[in-house]
């Protein structure tokens, strides 16, 4: 994590100035997003970004546009600071001032595009040491599992040494482990055990836990006694262990029930860390493969060791859910027993990553099966096209990506995209000429495109509707739901403001090629995350 102050002390120029926003330092940066002269000024924010303002790009973009309402904008998108590059008026730095949001000024001599790439790269390098710290953390836990018989092994020993009926209880209520029936002590009944869990949870809620020496609680419920425990993980309960009891708990039962549960969340522990670790053992080789992190001489040997075959043919697959909901890394086994048939999975916390051999990324059934696997979570799929070696897969791995951020953008959350069937979206794919393909997209589209953001009209929207229509101004109404004189009088707004000829069979090839460009640079700005 990046905060503005951060990024002030440690990588804008010796000599920046923070002007106005002060109250804003604390916030986390996440990318860069420089003005550029023509519409859209800063492309598409996420929130997080630093904007980096030329005070003479502004005035090339918009001689009108004060550098104060500038400000007050790109706080509204979520940007966390403005770094300009000259004295700014004193609205401006009252505007700031107002919304909490730094405004730095750095030498004049600063090249803004070079700074760019600066924040870029160490916004990148923090992004890899958080990785990096992450799978130190998943290593060390595998190094403390240790060797046992489960939690039910636990459950029924503590059951046995107490003479107690014992259960080891989810935060829903339903039984992971229980051994019962001891000193006359009857089932839990299923309302009993989550009224249980509910009533610990509210005694915990504000208590500060640890694994290792979790608090034992006397609780009665439905008119039982019980004595239990909390078994925590990332300092929060996960279970919880509960003793049968009658009367107040002697130290004894205090002491064991702690222990139990100390060693249910170490098994717990445990049984998570073998999971990590047969899973590592393709995980960190494949993704040091295609998030080119290492030379490709030294991907392939890692690949090698780890028993991969690049030499083979692999289409490169990215899945990811739909909203909030994480992928759960255990679905990893679901997913893999699902496709099958020689098919390599890869999980970290935003994506599931595959090499999937040809016929089976090129099976209609494999988006269904992927969902299926996950109990009907609702997932994202794109994939590459088929390659072999380092290089191959690195490519596949971008055009998988690739084809979902831009399914996401055209098709919705929910869908199977695969890049060889993007049609002209692949002919407009070429990040390294994404200025020249913005520059297109702004000479045929700008204008539509201002007079949308300064009115709240609809006519680039229009104008594709129109295009992938056919040309006809009826089909064109009843897909955009409004009446054929609307879209009549809408084509000729179109035709005064970016002075087209829609009867031009030429000029209609450029807007369609123009507004098709426009989602493959959103697709590409995107993926920048």
Request: proline share 4%; hydrophobic share 50%.
């Amino acid at each position: 994590m990046l905060r503005v102050g951060e990024l002030w002390r440690e990588v804008l120029p010796s000599g920046t100035r923070l002007l106005a926003g002060e109250a804003g330092l604390d916030r986390e940066v996440t990318w860069p997003a420089r003005l550029r002269s023509r519409p859209p000024a800063f492309g598409q924010l996420k929130g997080g970004e630093v904007a980096l303002v030329g005070l003479q790009t502004l005035q090339q973009l918009d001689p009108a546009l004060s550098l104060a309402r500038v400000v007050r904008q790109v706080q509204r998108a979520g940007v966390v600071a403005v770094v300009i590059n000259g004295e700014p008026p004193g609205d401006a730095l009252t505007a700031a001032d107002e919304l909490g949001l730094p405004l730095f000024v750095v030498p004049a001599d600063t090249l803004l595009a070079d700074l760019e790439r600066t924040i870029t790269q160490h916004v990148l390098d923090r992004r890899a040491d958080l990785q990096r710290r992450a799978r130190e953390v998943e290593r060390e836990l595998m190094e403390l599992a240790i060797e046992g018989q489960g939690v039910a092994a636990i459950v029924a020993r503590l059951s046995q040494a107490l003479g107690r009926s014992a259960w080891l209880l989810a935060n829903d209520g339903c039984a992971l482990a229980k051994q019962d029936g001891y000193a006359g002590g009857v089932a839990l009944a299923d309302a009993t055990a989550r009224e249980l869990v509910r009533s610990l949870a509210e005694r915990l809620d504000t208590t500060r836990l640890r694994a290792a020496d979790p608090p034992a609680l006397a609780v009665a419920v439905g008119g039982r006694a019980f004595l239990a425990a909390p078994v925590v993980r990332d300092g929060k309960p996960c279970a919880y262990l509960a003793l049968d009891g009658a009367g107040t708990p002697s130290p004894l039962e205090r002491t064991a029930t702690a222990r139990a549960a100390a060693a249910c969340a170490v098994e717990l522990a445990r049984s998570q860390a073998v999971l990590a670790a047969q899973q590592s053992l393709v995980t960190e080789p494949l993704l040091a493969v295609l998030d080119e992190t290492l030379s490709a001489e030294a991907a392939a040997a890692r690949a090698a060791h780890a028993g991969l075959d690049l030499a083979a043919v692999w289409a490169v697959g990215v899945v990811e859910s739909v909203g909030d909901a994480p992928l759960d890394p255990d679905a990893l086994a679901a997913l893999r027993a699902a496709v099958g048939r020689g098919s390599v999975w890869a999980w970290r916390a935003a994506q599931v990553v595959a090499l999937l051999p040809p016929a089976v990324a090129e099976d209609a059934r494999l988006h269904g099966v992927a969902e299926a696997a996950l109990d009907g979570q609702r997932v994202s799929l794109g994939l590459g096209r088929p390659y072999t070696g380092v290089a191959g897969l690195r490519a596949s791995y971008h055009e998988a990506v690739w084809a979902l951020r831009l399914s996401l953008l055209v098709q919705g959350s929910g869908a199977a995209t695969a890049f060889a069937t993007l049609g002209v979206h692949r002919l407009l794919y070429r990040p390294e000429h994404a200025d020249e393909i913005r520059d297109f997209a702004a000479a045929q589209l700008g204008a539509l495109q201002r007079h949308d953001a300064e009115h709240g009209s609809e006519l680039v929207h229009t104008l594709d509707t129109y295009l992938r229509s056919g040309g006809s101004p009826t089909e064109t109404a009843g897909r955009l739901g409004l009446h054929r004189n609307t879209v009549l009088y809408r084509l000729q707004r179109i035709t005064a403001i970016a002075d087209v000829d829609l009867g031009d069979a030429e000029r209609c090839l450029e807007l369609y090629l123009a507004l098709r460009a426009d989602e493959v640079l959103r697709a590409l700005d995107d993926g920048r995350s």
